[in-house]
């Protein structure tokens, strides 16, 4: 019987997902080539997050366990974890959305297919393009927070276009009086996808649609590791224009979606990270120039003293345990230490639940330093201690001279880049109390 840690299935699932694609490959060539663009690496990327996020290792483990059925939304996240698991070990059956079923239907035969897109695909607007030199792709308002200091710089000529996350990216850009463009519901298509590519062409061809109005631009996109930034990636070479990738942040596992990138030139935040990405992307041009979003502000008369927590999501790695064990491990610190300032940022895409917020707050020492009113580097500039599970925030702590605690209980192997001297990881709640009490306290034999 096939038992893998969190970890472990994650590296199956890259494995299984590029070997689904092979197989579909050998069965037909053009399986996902759409109007002579390779939607490959696209489908890579979306159906990575898809299987990710739908936390099926949870319900695995649980329907081994019990000898229970496996629940899953398509016939390829069966195919793909079957890849993983023996049949005989785990039981798998789709069950679709209805919506999902009529849309597999209709995309079956062109005409339907023709008519439904006439239907719900049909705001073929013609947007201003006068003057924009620099398009930023977004699909969550967190990342125009993230690209906003780079587009003030350039403002006159930029504008950000806004793929998903709607209301709140068009509430975000009003309030900083940023331009922006929302993708039009606009899409027809020339053949009939494929029910791997179905999703994919629509968006290709809603960014084609938009981009093909501008001319001799450059797209800028965060992370790179969307299906969205793919697509809009093969778009703008199809029309001439150059696309930029901006590293926002870093990843404990280098999945599908960071693989086989080929953006014009992709800006990294140093050479041990391009150097890591190289080895799964043969084709892309790595610039290291730092991180646009750090002020160094260590002239600060602030002394810094401040124990800060960078929360994350539940995701396959971070289990709802490891999660609650870390929301706990803040409340301990802060009622241990009454005489410090205990920082926590939420996760801009994962808020805490009211009632855990309000349980922290109950701590007088407890504040919050969320990104709608705090930069990053507020709060490094004021922390002697910085505390998370696998975030990037790890990493940019250490350039404001923070020692990093980091929290790995998962079944992640040792933190990646090694962050050397200035961490210390620990693989238990006991540890970490303990480890934290001696930051404290100056204990420098903690670090090796």
């Not at 059956?93 to 006439?118: E, R």
């Not at 050397?420 to 990881?425: A, D, L, N, P, Q």
Request: charged share 20%.
């Amino acid at each position: 019987m096939k038992q893998f840690s969190e970890y472990d299935y994650l590296q199956q699932l890259i494995t299984s997902i590029s070997s689904y694609v092979e197989k579909k490959l050998k069965e037909d060539s053009n399986y996902f080539i759409y109007k002579d663009v390779d939607l490959r690496y696209a489908f890579e990327r979306r159906i990575w997050f898809d299987i990710t996020r739908h936390l099926y290792y949870q319900n695995i483990q649980q329907c081994i366990a019990n000898s229970t059925v496996l629940f899953v939304s398509s016939q390829t996240h069966k195919d793909i974890l079957y890849s993983i698991y023996d049949s005989d070990q785990l039981s798998i059956k789709v069950i679709q959305k209805i919506a999902a079923v009529v849309k597999n239907t209709v995309f079956k035969k062109k005409l339907i297919m023709d008519t439904m897109l006439s239907l719900l695909y049909r705001e073929k607007t013609i947007v201003n393009t006068v003057g924009y030199k620099f398009l930023f792709v977004s699909i969550h308002h967190k990342f125009i927070g993230y690209l906003g200091s780079i587009y003030e710089k350039l403002s006159d000529n930029s504008v950000f276009i806004i793929v998903s996350d709607i209301e709140q990216s068009i509430s975000f850009c009003r309030e900083k009086g940023y331009n922006y463009i929302v993708i039009k519901n606009y899409a027809r298509l020339v053949s009939v996808p494929t029910q791997d590519t179905i999703e994919l062409t629509i968006v290709y061809e809603r960014l084609f649609f938009l981009l093909k109005q501008f001319k001799n631009v450059r797209v800028i996109v965060p992370e790179g590791n969307s299906h969205v930034y793919e697509l809009a990636n093969l778009a703008s070479k199809k029309l001439g224009h150059k696309t930029i990738c901006i590293q926002q942040g870093w990843s404990p596992v280098i999945h599908n979606g960071f693989q086989n990138m080929h953006f014009d030139k992709f800006l990294c935040w140093g050479d041990k990270f391009s150097n890591l990405l190289r080895l799964y992307n043969h084709n892309q041009k790595f610039i290291s120039l730092g991180s646009h979003v750090l002020e160094m502000n260590n002239n600060s008369s602030q002394k810094q003293e401040c124990i800060s927590f960078f929360l994350q999501a539940v995701t396959p790695l971070i289990t709802p345990e490891i999660y609650c064990s870390f929301i706990q491990l803040i409340k301990n610190t802060a009622k241990v230490n009454p005489d410090k300032k205990v920082v926590v940022r939420e996760h801009p895409s994962h808020l805490l639940a009211n009632d855990i917020k309000k349980d922290l707050q109950s701590c007088e020492n407890v504040i919050f330093m969320n990104s709608d009113k705090y930069t990053l580097s507020d709060i490094y500039s004021i922390s002697k201690i910085t505390v998370s599970i696998h975030s990037t925030t790890l990493i940019e702590a250490v350039m404001y001279n923070n020692i990093v605690l980091i929290y790995n209980l998962t079944s992640l192997p040792k933190y990646e880049p090694d962050l050397g001297c200035c961490s210390v990881e620990v693989h238990s709640f006991k540890e970490a109390i303990k480890a934290i009490d001696k930051l404290i306290k100056n204990d420098t034999q903690l670090i090796d």
